[in-house]
């Protein structure tokens, strides 16, 4: 091995590919439904429409798709991806990984290390610091990583999480820093909670809801605590383009911008001045597909690093439930301002079927073991694009 394989290689985003699901629905159609008045779900939580799920079709459409657009985009032989790391909390399995999944669908094997990362909504964020920390140790030797955050977010119907539900997937080359370079240096922090968690065997999340939002806040607070050191908070933050968070729901991120403001000894009009110029506009997409769990922080980065100059920094603070949370800081590259990857929502977002609140009651009776054909929610299977995929 030579001295120059074993150089730090330029590091980062070379490129990114997104992917929602096929179905939609706005969350002002699952109010009634559940006796609540819609502007809870639409103020009082901040969300807007949930992407959904058609029968058979789950988290490896998801992560498949996105990992194609990503790799299309980035243009590299595949030869070179050396690592696939996908992060998720809808595993299909408790030993295969969904990686493999992945793989196959795509044709990647060989020299590959392939695997799952497992950390609620973290695990993505987990998989990308360990394939950029891979590059920067030398150990890839300049080959290139395909990373993945994808996921189904589904509560049991009528839980209070219902209204914030959602799905979608980001996938990540990590190579030359085309999109975005990460830096080295990050903040975490973590301690043992029990606010939101899935026992085996279990369909759906059991959430302490009031208790996953103080470790949310305890987290964020912690995290941008140490990014500004002994600095001048203003002077930190000024250097930031935009400010993304892991987006349970958008009043969560909102919730949190407050506590960091008030750490920092804010008054209520920087704070939303804050969150208005800095945080609200990187939701955009996310208000538009709900909570998409490890892959909600990453679908708020790609919103805000399009469209940037070379040399702007966006911090991404990521959260996952038990808890873990690390912020990461990234700057833009040359392929920022063009945002090609904005192109992925568009088109799924055009070709997604909105259900009404029957549909919905139609499509969630099949996890009551009910089969339900995609023809009886509504969804036209014949000019559909995706037809019946099988995760399995
Ligand atoms: N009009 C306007 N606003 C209204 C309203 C109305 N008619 N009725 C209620 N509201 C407001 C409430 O005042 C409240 O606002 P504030 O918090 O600002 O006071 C808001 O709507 C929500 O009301 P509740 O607190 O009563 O909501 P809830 O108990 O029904 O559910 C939740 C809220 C706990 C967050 C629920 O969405 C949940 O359990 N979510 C899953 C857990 C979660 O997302 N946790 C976030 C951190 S953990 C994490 O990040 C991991 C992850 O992705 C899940």
Redesign the pocket.
């Known amino acids: 091995m030579s001295t120059a394989a074993t150089a730090t290689p330029p590091t980062g985003i070379a490129s990114i590919g997104l992917h929602l699901p096929p179905l939609s629905m706005p969350v002002t159609e699952l109010a009634p439904l559940r006796g609540q ?1 819609p ?2 779900y639409t ?3 901040g969300c807007e429409t949930m992407s959904l799920c058609p029968p058979d079709y789950g988290v490896v459409e998801l992560a498949t798709e996105a990992a194609r657009r990503a790799i299309a985009r980035w243009g590299g032989d595949t030869e070179r991806i050396g690592m696939l790391a996908v992060g998720t909390e809808t595993a299909v399995d408790m030993s295969r990984p969904l990686s493999a999944w992945v793989a196959d669908r795509l044709g990647l094997k060989g020299a590959v290390r392939s695997y799952e990362v497992k950390h ?2 973290y695990g993505g964020t987990l998989a990308l610091r360990q394939a950029a920390e891979w590059r920067l140790s030398g150990a890839a030797q300049d080959q290139a990583a395909l990373v993945v955050a994808a996921d189904v977010a589904l ?1 049991e119907p009528g ?3 219902e ?2 539900q959602g799905a979608g997937a980001v996938a990540m080359v990590i190579d030359e820093p085309r999109v975005a370079s990460i830096d080295p240096v990050s903040y975490a922090w973590s301690e043992p909670e029990f ?2 968690w899935r026992p085996i065997g279990d369909s759906y999340p059991s ?1 302490d ?2 208790l ?2 103080d ?2 806040k305890r987290a964020a607070e912690n995290c941008f605590k140490a990014l500004v050191g002994k600095r001048n908070p203003e002077e930190v933050l000024s250097e930031l383009a935009a400010i993304c968070f ?1 987006v ?2 958008p ?2 991120v909102r ?1 949190a911008v407050d506590q960091i403001g008030e750490f920092f000894g804010f008054g209520a009009e920087r704070i939303e001045q804050l969150y208005a110029d800095k945080v609200s506009p990187t939701m955009v997409w996310n208000r538009l597909c709900g ?1 998409a ?1 490890t892959a ?1 922080l990453w679908i708020s980065v790609a919103n805000a690093l399009e469209g940037l100059a070379v040399g702007q920094r966006v911090a991404a603070f990521s ?3 038990g808890f873990g949370a690390e912020l990461l800081m990234l700057e833009s590259g040359t392929e920022a301002s063009a945002g090609i990857w904005a192109k992925d929502i568009e088109a799924d977002l055009t070709a997604r079927e909105q259900l009404d609140g029957a549909a919905y009651t139609r499509l969630r009776a099949q996890d009551d073991g009910k089969t339900i054909l995609a023809e009886e929610i509504g969804l036209d299977v014949a000019t559909s694009r995706f037809g019946k995929a099988s995760s399995r």
């Open positions: 008045d502007m809870k103020h009082g939580l609620a909504c509560y839980d209070p999480g209204p914030t606010d939101f959430v809801g009031a996953s939002l470790c949310y892991h349970p729901f009043k969560m919730k909570n769990y909600s959260y996952g439930s």
